[in-house]
């Protein structure tokens, strides 16, 4: 049975990945409002039809409240957690009742130790990309994006919270402790790979959003610039969009922690909106820039 979450990310995934094909292959024929809405950023839509978007668009740096956001709930959640499974401190009824309203799970899929460490993997994912959108990028002022977009990214990392926690012991089923299943062989094996495979993603992340924001910036970290560049260096040399790379390598590993259907929902989410998005950042690059690697792939080294 699906709840709220798992339809509405398969929703979001499907609707991605039948628009972007759209307009992969057949771009002219696509409705301009329907390009304006989706394309944003450095390959946004350039041209005059559907002018009348604009009213609902918002600036790209307001990427920074999802972060912003997540790191908090996030944070706290962890915190919220750790005392339940390690403090013995009971889960509020109310939380109950709300997990089990949006993810109308009856019994727990994962061990509190997965729970754990997935929410302890997203909390520093989400405070460094906090850091970096308040103090590394550089957002350039008439960088703007759908609403949609926006509304999106604060509903993903709160469905990524929630679908972590909300289907671990306690915090949904029995409220017996001494039916908890604190660790499970499946996490026991896959932690130490897990953590190491998100520590290499979260490494390379950074460096390429450092290189990204040195482009616009001179060697005393002054703004000179709000325009694009080629950039180079690291991952950067086989692929176009390596953070959006890593970006799939950090949930495969958090999927990995909580294989559960929900989880799965989101992934497959996550899953197109980078490889679309990855898509249309190469096309716009060899189309802007006619001295631009052939040797780069689009987001996955010799495949894609």
Request: aromatic fraction near 16%; glycine fraction near 4%; charge should be positive.
């Amino acid at each position: 049975m699906l709840n709220i979450l798992d339809l509405g990310f398969l929703s979001l995934a499907f609707m991605v990945a039948f628009t972007g094909f759209l307009i992969n292959h057949y771009e002219k024929h696509v409705p301009a409002f329907i390009i304006k809405g989706f394309k944003y950023g450095a390959f946004a839509y350039q041209g005059s039809d559907a002018n009348y978007l604009q009213i609902i668009e918002v600036p790209k740096a307001l990427y920074r409240h999802f972060y912003a956001f997540s790191s908090v709930f996030s944070a706290l959640t962890l915190a919220y957690a750790v005392l339940v499974y390690y403090f013995e401190y009971s889960v509020h009824r109310y939380i109950v009742f709300m997990l089990s309203l949006i993810l109308e799970q009856d019994e727990p899929s994962v061990s509190a130790a997965a729970v754990c460490l997935a929410l302890l993997l997203v909390t520093i994912q989400c405070i460094r990309r906090c850091y970096e959108t308040y103090f590394l990028q550089v957002f350039a002022k008439d960088s703007k994006m759908n609403l949609s977009h926006y509304i999106a990214g604060l509903v993903h990392y709160f469905a990524v919270v929630v679908a972590t926690v909300g289907q671990g012991p306690l915090f949904c089923g029995s409220n017996d402790r001494s039916k908890v299943l604190w660790i499970d062989t499946r996490t026991k094996f896959l932690s130490l790979p897990c953590i190491l495979a998100f520590l290499w993603a979260f490494y390379e992340q950074y460096k390429s959003n450092v290189i990204f924001a040195n482009l616009r910036k001179d060697r005393t970290g002054k703004v000179i610039t709000e325009s694009h560049k080629i950039p180079h260096g690291r991952l950067f040399e086989r692929v176009s969009s390596p953070h959006r790379l890593c970006e799939i390598i950090i949930y495969t590993v958090i999927i990995l922690l909580v294989p559960t259907k929900t989880y799965f929902c989101i992934y497959l989410w996550v899953l197109c909106n980078q490889i679309q998005t990855a898509i249309h950042a190469h096309v716009w690059y060899k189309n802007t820039f006619k001295e631009y690697p052939l040797k780069r792939d689009a987001i996955f080294p010799g495949f894609l």
